[in-house]
């Protein structure tokens, strides 16, 4: 398995490169954080979430995922149109 060694600093590149990878995760003392990594370089940071900002980013999902539904559903119906004609 490749590993990915993470580079000390941030470049350029991690300013629009930076990708969420994996759960939102809990240390002892139970502050939340997960872990965002560089898809270009492979620079990796923690960030925190505090307990309000971790219902804003569920707000934040669950909206997506609520476009992306609807988005699936007009393709879907257009689809069915070209069928049709
Ligand atoms: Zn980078």
């Known amino acids: ?7 000390p600093s941030p470049s350029r590149c991690c300013f629009t490169h930076m990708k ?3 759960e939102v995760q809990a ?3 139970g502050q939340r ?4 990594r560089c898809t270009r370089c492979g620079f990796t940071v923690r960030e925190f979430v505090f307990n309000i ?3 804003r980013l569920r707000a ?3 909206a997506e995922w609520n476009r992306a539904a609807g988005w699936i559903d007009r ?4 689809v069915q149109g070209e069928k049709a004609a």
């Open 27 to 29: 240390e002892g003392d």
């Open 75 to 78: 393709l879907r119906r257009e």
């Open 33 to 36: 954080f997960y872990y965002k």
């Open 1 to 7: 398995m490749e590993r990915i060694i993470s580079p």
């Open 20 to 22: 969420r990878i994996g």
């Open 53 to 55: 900002e971790l219902d």
């Open 60 to 62: 934040v999902e669950l």
